[in-house]
């Protein structure tokens, strides 16, 4: 039996992807560990590199294809180890974590945007009490669209069912999960005339590029929130920006960017950000802008090494992927 070091690198910083419509930088988590896996016939060497957020583990982070030809003939495969996505695209892709914590990264997003909490926050530092300017809104009986209702999505169905709120899902692929909450499916027109709040947890896709736009953002009820803690490249951010200008958008929640390859986990403190599109985006009172960290708690982490390992010690033995992706 050959040995085949498989080589799990956990970074400090982003991995670079270039998704079909945006090229966006996704986070790693803040801890490096390494694995060595034996026994993959052939005497590859594969280097598996998690990145959180990518929906997979895969040399390089490439495409499906590009990982079945790393791999000696005899164990080419149409099997992606993956640990995180969304039911858009495959619902086994969020056992592994999301599900958790990224529903409510939106929720916090959506509470601090409505009720004003950072500029609460910035006010009181300066000995400013003043209350003028820091009236929200009851969020019971508000209607909230979640468009994407894989893991992620249903959690925060759940939340806002809690809040009293009255919940509309959109999604090609409905999940028996949110039918099962006794919640229905509305489309995309339905969504911007009826939500005052609409949460974003889809993946990035063709299909999903700039699903919120121009267009939609027209048909969208006065004074909406958005949040996005799933893909930036789901929003045109320039159209974002119109409709927060002239009213149709009351807030804005967003843990991602379109162009966050260029600015995010990094310092820029001390440097000129030359995206005039994101500097006009952060000079809203009413906008939130959070640095891809939605993911990041401790116990996400460790399910994130935990999940990875197991996946990677299935396939390297020829067992069952427990969360497979199913190439259509």
Not at 109 to 126: G, I
Not at 301 to 321: G, M, R
Request: proline share 4%; net charge positive.
């Amino acid at each position: 039996m050959t040995r085949c070091a498989v080589r799990l690198s956990v970074r400090s910083y982003g991995a670079r992807t270039r998704p079909a419509c945006n090229s966006e930088r996704i986070p790693g988590p803040t801890t490096e560990q390494q694995a060595i896996v034996d026994a993959v016939p052939g005497g590859s060497k594969l280097k598996f590199k998690v990145s959180a957020g990518a929906g997979k583990i895969s040399p390089r982070v490439t495409p499906v294809t590009e990982i079945q030809s790393c791999l000696p003939q005899s164990v080419q495969k149409t099997r992606v180890i993956p640990w995180e996505g969304n039911h858009w695209s495959d619902k086994a892709l969020t056992q592994s974590r999301g599900g958790r914590h990224i529903p409510f990264d939106a929720v916090a997003l959506l509470l601090a945007v409505n009720r004003k909490v950072h500029r609460a926050y910035n006010r009181t530092r300066d000995s400013n009490f003043s209350l003028d300017g820091l009236t929200g809104f009851d969020l019971c009986g508000k209607t909230v669209a979640v468009v994407g209702t894989g893991k992620i999505g249903c959690v925060f169905a759940k939340i806002m069912l809690g809040s009293g709120c009255e919940v509309i899902g959109f999604d090609p692929y409905p999940s028996a999960e949110f039918q099962a909450l006794g919640l229905r499916y509305a489309k995309m027109d339905e969504i911007g005339e009826k939500a005052e709040i609409i949460s974003l947890h889809c993946p990035l896709t063709p299909e999903t590029y700039h699903i919120i736009n121009a267009k939609t953002l027209e048909r969208a009820k006065g004074g909406a929130i958005l949040t996005n803690t799933s893909r930036g490249g789901l929003v045109d951010t320039e159209a974002v920006i119109e409709a927060l200008k002239s009213g149709l958008l009351g807030g804005l929640g967003i843990d991602v960017y379109e162009q966050e390859a260029d600015l995010f986990f990094r310092d820029l403190s001390s440097e000129i950000i030359t995206d005039d599109v994101f500097q006009r985006l952060v000079s809203f009172p009413n906008v939130i802008v959070t640095g891809h960290q939605a993911y990041l708690t401790r116990e996400a982490l460790t399910t994130i090494c935990e999940t990875t390992l197991k996946s990677i010690t299935a396939f390297e033995k020829n067992q069952v992927l427990e969360n497979e992706v199913k190439v259509r």
